[in-house]
Antibody, heavy 120, light 107 residues
Framework: EVQLVESGGGLVQPGGSLRLSCAASGFTVSSNYMSWVRQAPGKGLEWVSVIYSGGSTYYADSVKGRFTISRDNSKNTLYLQMNSLRAEDTAVYYC??????????????WGQGTMVTVSS | DIQMTQSPSSLSASVGDRVTITCRASQGISNYLAWYQQKPGKVPKLLIYAASTLQSGVPSRFSGSGSGTDFTLTISSLQPEDVATYYCQKYNSAPFTFGPGTKVDIK
C-alpha cells in the first residue's frame, strides 16, 4: 500500500528547532517530487517546500532560510528541518507526493499530518 | 510569484443543486491546475488534476474546466457528503501555491 507517515511534531519555543520526518512505503521517495504543505489552525493550505527527483529544492518565501527539505534514500524518508521557529509556523504539517514520477504533477498521496506548536 | 484566488469564499446550496467554484491565476499556468477536497478534520484529497482530469475513484458529479488563468470546479448535483472546503493549486512551477479555499455546505 502506498502511504506516507509523518512524525516529529510537538511543542517548541520560539527560536527553537524541530525536524519532521515522513516515512514512505509502497514507492520510492527519490523517484517522485515530494512536498511539505502546512495548515495553520482554522486556515487554508500553504505549500512550504519541494524536493525534486534530481535533488533541487524550493521554498515558500515565508520559510526560506529557516527550513531545509531533504531525503534519505536508504530509509525512504523525507525530512523537514525547521530552525528559528516562530509562532506563525504553528500548523499541521503534511508531506505529499507528486503523482507522476520525475515530473511536476498534482499531489495524490498525503500523510496524516503532524502538529507543530510554537509557543513559550 | 503567481497568486491564486478563488470565488466565492463560501457557499450554501441545497442537495441536488449544481455548484460552481472559480479559481483564477494571476498569470497563465496552462492546465497545471489541481482541485482538492478537504472535509473537516481530514486530510486533503485530490479530486482533479490537469484542470479537467478526474482522479481515480472520484465521483463523476465532479468536473473541472479551464486553461490559462481561469478555471472552474463544478459539482453537478450536490450531495451531503460533499460538505468540505475546496482548494485549487497551481503546479506548473514552484511555488506550488494553493488558492484560499471555498467552503461548501448544505442549505
Amino acid at each position: 500500500e502506498v502511504q506516507l507517515v509523518e512524525s516529529g511534531g510537538g511543542l517548541v519555543q520560539p527560536g527553537g528547532s524541530l525536524r519532521l520526518s515522513c516515512a514512505a512505503s509502497g514507492f520510492t521517495v527519490s523517484s517522485n517530487y515530494m512536498s511539505w504543505v502546512r495548515q495553520a489552525p482554522g486556515k487554508g493550505l500553504e505549500w512550504v517546500s519541494v524536493i525534486y527527483s534530481g535533488g533541487s529544492t524550493y521554498y515558500a518565501d515565508s520559510v526560506k532560510g529557516r527550513f531545509t527539505i531533504s531525503r534519505d534514500n536508504s530509509k525512504n524518508t523525507l525530512y523537514l528541518q525547521m530552525n528559528s521557529l516562530r509562532a506563525e509556523d504553528t500548523a499541521v504539517y503534511y508531506c505529499a507526493r507528486s503523482m507522476v514520477r520525475g515530473v511536476i504533477s498534482a499531489f495524490d498521496i498525503w500523510g496524516q499530518g503532524t502538529m507543530v506548536t510554537v509557543s513559550s | 510569484d503567481i497568486q491564486m484566488t478563488q470565488s466565492p469564499s463560501s457557499l450554501s446550496a441545497s442537495v441536488g443543486d449544481r455548484v460552481t467554484i472559480t479559481c483564477r491565476a494571476s498569470q497563465g499556468i496552462s492546465n497545471y491546475l489541481a482541485w482538492y477536497q478537504q472535509k473537516p478534520g481530514k486530510v486533503p484529497k485530490l479530486l482533479i488534476y490537469a484542470a479537467s482530469t478526474l482522479q481515480s475513484g472520484v465521483p463523476s458529479r465532479f468536473s473541472g474546466s479551464g486553461s490559462g488563468t481561469d478555471f472552474t470546479l463544478t459539482i453537478s448535483s450536490l450531495q451531503p457528503e460533499d460538505v468540505a472546503t475546496y482548494y485549487c493549486q497551481k503546479y506548473n512551477s514552484a511555488p506550488f501555491t494553493f488558492g484560499p479555499g471555498t467552503k461548501v455546505d448544505i442549505k
